[in-house]
């Protein structure tokens, strides 16, 4: 058997030496490998015995070589922890990034600090009062567009307006109509099985033509637009902020609430009273159907009787709110769209925001309706 020399020059080598300030230093050379480790054990048990003092520095800028082995050695010998003084080549730290992100695994249960509760609850108000400040700055800049319009109706976005209304409104039928009806079913079997306790069947018509026309049929549907149009129009924006099209409209010239929040604002505020109207037909007709099937209440007697205990003003109440709704809806659709930045996680985080943010609007304004109206429209 040949015994083949081996080149000093690949062997790993390990100096301890104090500076001028008398800190020990650790100085590597050399090649740092797996197999030349293997071939000094000696110098394996020299690195576990300086390792012990955590308060050394170590110099690794001269090794020549060095693998993802011999760095598992030193990661071990150093306590899975890299040291504080430690001056090392940069595409050397990389062989090191593994053994770090596994050890920061470890979660820390940091102590309930008062002052960092304060803290968190002033940057939520801060965050809050930036987001309201930034809504009324959009409608304010609504309000301006609106007064420019009106002023010169030749510019008005007719086409972005047309496709805006077709979108929301006339694609939403099916769904609007299908959640009218069933929940006009479900209000109208759960007040008959009450209303037979007392003998009072024939007020089964009060109850859902007040209910209904008033509140569920216009919140119902700025829900389902919310949820369906808000969030497509916010993820729409957001899609354009990606595809650096916004950069194209300003570098154009063209306003970017003219073009895209003008439009949405009026084609929802002129689209969701109509759709409110036709979810309160179908709840209507949902609840017709079951009275008669419960209460043995005909579609005749229904008709006849529901102009006497649901005034008119009722339906002007439910339009006006659903106008309401529709301009809010819009509003912060291109609220959250125009927050959105150039990347794939803000698109969905700010897209979630508008619906959750647009629902809780509409809910808060229909309870201030229902504050305000609370004696109009009553029989």
Same mark, same amino acid.
């Given at each position: 058997?040949?015994?083949?020399?081996?080149?000093?020059?690949?062997?790993?080598?390990?100096?301890?030496?104090?500076?001028?300030?008398? =800190?020990?230093?650790?100085?590597? *050379?050399?090649?740092?490998?797996?197999?030349? !480790?293997?071939?000094?054990?000696?110098? =394996?048990?020299?690195?576990?015995?300086?390792?012990?003092?955590?308060?050394?520095?170590?110099?690794?800028?001269?090794?020549?070589?060095?693998?993802?082995?011999?760095? #598992?050695?030193?990661?071990?010998?150093?306590?899975?922890?890299?040291?504080?003084? #430690? =001056?090392?080549?940069?595409?050397?730290?990389?062989?090191?990034? @593994?053994?770090?992100?596994?050890?920061?695994?470890?979660? %820390?249960?940091?102590?309930?600090?008062?002052?960092?509760?304060?803290?968190?609850?002033?940057?939520?108000?801060?965050?809050?009062?930036?987001?309201?400040?930034?809504?009324?700055?959009?409608?304010?800049?609504?309000?301006?567009?609106?007064?420019?319009?009106?002023?010169?109706?030749?510019?008005?976005?007719?086409? %972005?307006?047309?496709?805006? &209304?077709?979108?929301?409104?006339?694609?939403?039928?099916?769904?609007?109509?299908?959640?009218?009806? #069933?929940?006009?079913?479900?209000?109208?079997?759960?007040?008959?099985?009450?209303?037979?306790?007392?003998?009072?069947?024939?007020?089964?018509?009060? &109850?859902?033509?007040?209910?209904?026309?008033?509140?569920?049929?216009?919140?119902?549907?700025?829900?389902?637009?919310?949820? @369906?149009?808000?969030?497509?129009?916010?993820?729409?924006?957001?899609?354009?902020?990606?595809?650096?099209?916004?950069?194209?409209?300003?570098?154009?010239?063209? *306003?970017?609430?003219? @073009?895209?929040?003008?439009?949405?604002?009026?084609? !929802?505020?002129?689209?969701?009273?109509?759709? *409110?109207?036709?979810? *309160?037909?179908?709840?209507?007709?949902?609840?017709?159907?079951?009275?008669?099937?419960?209460?043995?209440?005909?579609?005749?007697?229904?008709?006849?009787?529901?102009?006497?205990?649901?005034?008119?003003?009722?339906?002007?109440?439910?339009?006006?709110?659903?106008?309401?709704?529709?301009?809010?809806?819009?509003?912060?659709?291109?609220?959250?769209?125009?927050?959105?930045?150039?990347?794939?996680?803000?698109?969905?985080?700010?897209?979630?925001?508008?619906?959750?943010?647009? &629902?809780?609007?509409?809910?808060?304004?229909?309870?201030?309706?229902? &504050?305000?109206?609370? @004696?109009?429209?009553?029989?």
């Amino acid at each position: 058997m040949i015994n083949t020399p081996i080149n000093p020059d690949l062997l790993p080598v390990l100096e301890v030496f104090k500076q001028d300030d008398g =800190q020990v230093c650790v100085k590597l *050379s050399g090649c740092w490998n797996l197999r030349s !480790l293997s071939m000094n054990v000696d110098i =394996q048990q020299k690195l576990k015995n300086i390792s012990a003092n955590k308060t050394q520095q170590w110099d690794m800028r001269c090794v020549d070589m060095l693998d993802s082995g011999a760095a #598992l050695i030193l990661w071990q010998a150093w306590g899975e922890k890299m040291p504080s003084a #430690l =001056q090392i080549k940069p595409e050397h730290q990389g062989l090191f990034a @593994r053994w770090q992100a596994q050890s920061v695994g470890t979660i %820390e249960v940091t102590p309930f600090r008062f002052r960092s509760l304060l803290e968190h609850c002033g940057q939520t108000a801060v965050n809050f009062w930036i987001q309201v400040l930034s809504f009324l700055s959009l409608l304010g800049q609504l309000v301006l567009d609106s007064i420019y319009l009106l002023t010169h109706p030749q510019d008005i976005p007719w086409a %972005e307006i047309s496709i805006t &209304i077709y979108d929301a409104g006339v694609r939403a039928l099916g769904i609007t109509a299908l959640v009218g009806f #069933l929940i006009g079913i479900v209000l109208s079997y759960l007040s008959a099985l009450q209303l037979k306790m007392f003998g009072a069947e024939i007020y089964i018509i009060n &109850i859902l033509g007040l209910s209904i026309i008033r509140e569920l049929g216009p919140l119902l549907a700025a829900i389902l637009v919310a949820g @369906r149009s808000g969030s497509a129009m916010s993820a729409q924006i957001g899609i354009m902020r990606v595809t650096e099209e916004l950069d194209a409209l300003s570098a154009m010239g063209i *306003s970017h609430s003219v @073009r895209l929040v003008f439009p949405k604002v009026m084609a !929802l505020t002129i689209v969701l009273p109509l759709l *409110s109207i036709w979810t *309160s037909i179908t709840a209507l007709l949902g609840g017709m159907f079951a009275a008669q099937t419960t209460l043995d209440i005909s579609v005749m007697q229904f008709f006849m009787k529901l102009p006497d205990v649901v005034p008119l003003l009722n339906v002007f109440i439910g339009l006006i709110k659903s106008a309401t709704f529709g301009l809010f809806i819009a509003l912060i659709a291109c609220h959250f769209g125009f927050r959105i930045k150039p990347n794939t996680e803000s698109l969905g985080n700010e897209t979630t925001n508008s619906v959750v943010a647009a &629902i809780t609007i509409v809910i808060m304004v229909d309870a201030v309706f229902a &504050i305000l109206f609370m @004696r109009v429209g009553m029989p």
